[in-house]
């Protein structure tokens, strides 16, 4: 089956250069919105059957236009949030830059947990699980063609594609994804395949997609 992996759109803290973690009251800013509603046309081509999401606001906001346009009312699986990052929620990223916390996140996050917080290896875990937990119940319940929409946060989504692609968590930062953009993973019999990472554009999927590569790498 074919999971969407939807970043939420921009929000009043990508913008403040604060890590926003959990904290209250971080809604989609004006962009964000925007970003929100043209998700529905982005994903008109998209037979959507089902969509879980993070339980913070900023996704409920992103997911919500997307959701009822296809008819499907999300599920929220707190597996899914954004990272507990503790003691640095709040603060400012030009302040955690001086932490040699940092330079730990960025080099070998696997092993990075943040003061008070959870680790990153944690947070891959949790998402994961989610992930695949709800691909196998869409697939009993939909078939294996179905497709279906998650909608959760970068480090979080990133951490899931890095399992995807069989790398390990330590090479996550060579990911990218951006508010808004859209990763899509196919979970096969045998291996995962990601079809695309970090796409800002219409996507457009064969009803039943390939669950096996290609040799030669032709569709």
Same mark, same amino acid.
């Given at each position: 089956?074919?999971?969407?992996?939807?970043?939420? @759109? /921009?929000?009043?803290?990508?913008?403040? =250069?604060?890590?926003? +973690? !959990?904290?209250?009251?971080?809604? %989609?800013? $004006?962009?964000?919105?925007?970003?929100?509603?043209?998700?529905?046309?982005?994903?008109?081509?998209?037979?959507?059957?089902?969509?879980?999401?993070?339980?913070?606001?900023?996704?409920?906001?992103?997911?919500?236009?997307?959701?009822?346009?296809?008819?499907?009312?999300?599920?929220?699986? @707190? /597996?899914?949030?954004?990272?507990?990052? =503790?003691?640095?929620? +709040? !603060?400012?990223?030009?302040?955690? %830059?001086? $932490?040699?916390?940092?330079?730990?996140?960025?080099?070998?996050?696997?092993?990075?947990?943040?003061?008070?917080?959870?680790?990153?290896?944690?947070?891959?875990?949790?998402?994961?699980?989610?992930?695949?937990?709800?691909?196998?119940?869409?697939?009993?319940?939909?078939?294996?063609?179905?497709?279906?929409?998650?909608?959760?946060?970068?480090?979080?989504?990133?951490?899931?594609?890095?399992?995807?692609?069989?790398?390990?968590?330590?090479?996550?930062?060579?990911?990218?994804?951006?508010?808004?953009?859209?990763?899509?993973?196919?979970?096969?019999?045998?291996?995962?395949?990601?079809?695309?990472v970090n796409s800002s554009g219409s996507v457009a999927l064969p009803k039943r997609p390939a669950e096996e590569a290609t040799v030669g790498g032709e569709a």
């Open positions: 089956m074919t999971v969407i992996l939807l970043r939420h @759109g /921009r929000s009043t803290a990508n913008t403040s =250069g604060v890590l926003a +973690g !959990r904290g209250e009251g971080v809604a %989609l800013d $004006e962009t964000g919105r925007s970003q929100a509603a043209d998700l529905v046309g982005r994903l008109a081509d998209v037979d959507i059957v089902a969509a879980v999401r993070s339980p913070l606001l900023r996704c409920e906001q992103t997911l919500a236009p997307l959701a009822a346009a296809h008819g499907v009312t999300p599920e929220v699986d @707190g /597996r899914l949030v954004e990272v507990d990052y =503790g003691a640095w929620t +709040g !603060r400012a990223i030009k302040d955690l %830059l001086q $932490e040699p916390l940092w330079k730990t996140v960025q080099e070998q996050p696997s092993a990075a947990v943040f003061p008070d917080g959870e680790g990153l290896a944690d947070v891959q875990a949790r998402a994961v699980a989610a992930v695949r937990e709800a691909d196998r119940r869409y697939t009993e319940q939909y078939g294996p063609g179905a497709v279906w929409v998650a909608c959760s946060h970068g480090d979080v989504i990133k951490a899931v594609i890095a399992d995807a692609l069989g790398t390990h968590l330590d090479q996550f930062q060579r990911i990218f994804v951006a508010p808004a953009s859209v990763s899509i993973v196919t979970y096969g019999p045998n291996r995962p395949l990601v079809q695309c």
